[in-house]
């Protein structure tokens, strides 16, 4: 399975050809007539997918919604479809994070590039997101006294330098830097200065 494209359009007849096309190309699909029947059923976030939205919809409008998901925290990539483009719209959709901007009539081919652009790109944002929540669980996952030790040793300090800042041995320091590294699966300080940075521990100057 290929993914879920959730169609957010008020015209019938639009959604009906669009299900056909994708469903065709191999994704599930599920259709909506308005905005508000979106937000009333959220689309699920465990596999890929991606909402494909129209701009004019009565209510809330496209750009709305797409600020009303992301308020939600949604990550879902967004590709916008209107029969009606202009320039302000689009930089301020491209700009709020959508993945693309489609004229209507759109070719088969031009959509499904899109469609499958905007999903790659989901599934690589949702893979980094994971690893970094991993990184941070293991350093929440260190005793406070590590945790001083990590952020002494993060910012280049030598073994020594953190024993005089934290009034303790070398050699105490040391045994913390080993359990430091074990906890945080590491085997250098390279990659352990790598993963701080990651994680947004250690601001790079």
């Known amino acids: 399975m290929l993914g879920v494209v959730h169609v957010v359009d008020d015209d019938a007849s639009f959604r009906t050809a669009i299900e056909r096309r994708l469903k065709k190309a191999g994704y599930e699909v599920a259709t909506y007539p308005s905005a508000q029947h979106l937000l009333d059923h959220l689309p699920n976030e465990s596999g890929p997918g991606c909402i494909l939205l129209d701009v004019r919809i009565p209510g809330l409008s496209g750009p709305e919604l797409q600020r009303r998901l992301s308020e939600l925290g949604s990550t879902l990539p967004i590709v ?103 906890k945080m699966q590491v085997q250098s300080l390279a990659e352990l200065v790598s993963l701080a940075e990651r994680a947004g521990v250690l601001d790079v100057r």
């Open 80 to 182: 916008f479809l209107t029969g009606y483009a202009d320039v302000p719209t689009t930089v301020q959709v491209i700009k709020a994070g959508a993945d693309d901007f489609l004229t209507k009539p759109v070719t088969s081919d031009r959509l499904l590039r899109s469609i499958q652009r905007a999903m790659a790109h989901y599934e690589a944002t949702r893979d980094t997101k994971s690893k970094i929540d991993t990184i941070r669980a293991h350093i929440a996952a260190l005793t406070p006294r590590e945790h001083e030790v990590f952020e002494l040793v993060i910012r280049g300090k030598t073994n020594k330098e953190v024993a005089n800042a934290l009034g303790a041995t070398e050699r105490t320091i040391k045994a913390h830097r080993h359990r430091v590294m074990e």
